[in-house]
């Protein structure tokens, strides 16, 4: 069991920053995938971001050259950088985790994170 704690969410300008975090803790040894996820009012969740043990970065065409996903496998956190805001990245962000083989989808999933975009 992998349980998962996201932070760094708020209220930020269009074109400021923010960095969310992704806190794991129990059988981490068994992840091969971290992405995150995010889900506007009114909206289905989407994918923003992966990142797999082999290094395989994957991004949403919305948020490429704008974030970043990385892993510090000392501290068991997954981190996406936000660069360049905009009001239409306002949404709950979701870390999730997964096994190999796990589809997307499934594995462990945070409570989620507010990210707010506006002046």
């Known amino acids: 069991q992998v349980q998962v704690v996201e932070s760094g969410g708020g209220l930020v300008q269009p074109g400021g920053s923010l960095r969310l975090s992704c806190a794991a803790s129990g059988s981490i040894f068994s992840i091969n995938t971290m992405g995150w996820f995010r889900q506007a009012p009114g909206k289905q969740r989407q994918f923003v971001a992966a990142l797999t043990r082999d290094g395989t970065v994957k991004y949403a065409d919305s948020v490429k050259g704008r974030f970043t996903i990385s892993a510090d496998d000392a501290q068991k956190t997954v981190y996406l950088q936000m660069n360049s805001l905009k009001a239409e990245d306002t949404a709950v962000y979701y870390c999730?985790?997964?096994?190999?083989?796990?589809?997307?989808?499934?594995?462990?999933w945070g409570q989620g994170t507010q990210v707010t975009v506006s002046s």
């Open positions: 999730n985790l997964r096994a190999f083989g796990v589809p997307e989808g499934f594995g462990s």
